[in-house]
Each structure stands twice: as C-alpha cells, then as structure tokens.
C-alpha cells in the first residue's frame, strides 16, 4: 500500500503565504517526479509544479516567481511554497506521485486526497 498525505491548506488574505506539504509512504522504490496540481470549481485539474528526484523542476506560467516546489528525497516529501497568492489561486491542491514499489515493477501514479486553498479577503 502507498499513500500520500497532504497538509497544509487554509485560508489565507491575498498577498499571504502558506506552505502545502506531501509525505509518501509505504511501500516505495524510487519516487520520480513528485508535484503538485489543482483544481478549481468547475475547471479542469491543471498542474502547479513538478520536481524530479535530481531537483529538476517544472512550473506553470501563472505561478512561476511565485511558488516554489521543494523535496527532501529522504523523508520521500515533497513541498510547495506559495507566495503573493492571489484570488485566481484558490482550488484544492493534489499531491501527485509517480512510484515504483520495486524494481520489477512498472511506475504508477498516486494521488493524495486533496487540501483546500482559499485566498480571499
């Protein structure tokens, strides 16, 4: 079994920051990448940010300089720092993972359960 737990999400004032984290466990190989995507009433889910477990990143447009996507390979975490948040920001947060179980195995993505995110006054 493999889950994802995330933490983090809130409320907070346009400008604000919060910090959303995601902690994989149970039975895992290798994690590559990890990232996070949202969804917003009514909208399709769209990624955020993802990270490599060589530290690569990739981030979409309407975040980039604002966010920033972390992990520590170790703790098999991954992080997402979100700064000058804005309304248009508000959605529920999914951590996303792609794991290998062993190395026989093929890769398959995991999905945590979702943390909300609201910006607003």
């Known amino acids: 079994q493999v889950q994802l737990v995330e933490s983090g999400g809130g409320l907070v004032q346009p400008g604000g920051s919060l910090r959303l984290s995601c902690a994989a466990s149970g039975s895992i190989f290798s994690i590559n990448p990890m990232g996070w995507y949202r969804q917003a009433p009514e909208k399709q889910r769209e990624l955020v940010a993802t990270?490599?477990?060589?530290?690569?990143?990739n981030y979409a447009d309407s975040v980039k300089g604002r966010f920033n996507i972390s992990r520590d390979n170790a703790k098999n975490t991954v992080y997402l720092q979100m700064n000058s948040l804005k309304p248009e920001d508000t959605a529920v947060y999914y951590c996303n993972a792609a794991i290998k179980r062993d190395w026989t195995t093929p890769r398959t993505n995991y999905w945590g359960q979702g943390t909300q995110v609201t910006v607003s006054s």
């Open positions: 990270i490599t477990s060589g530290g690569s990143t």
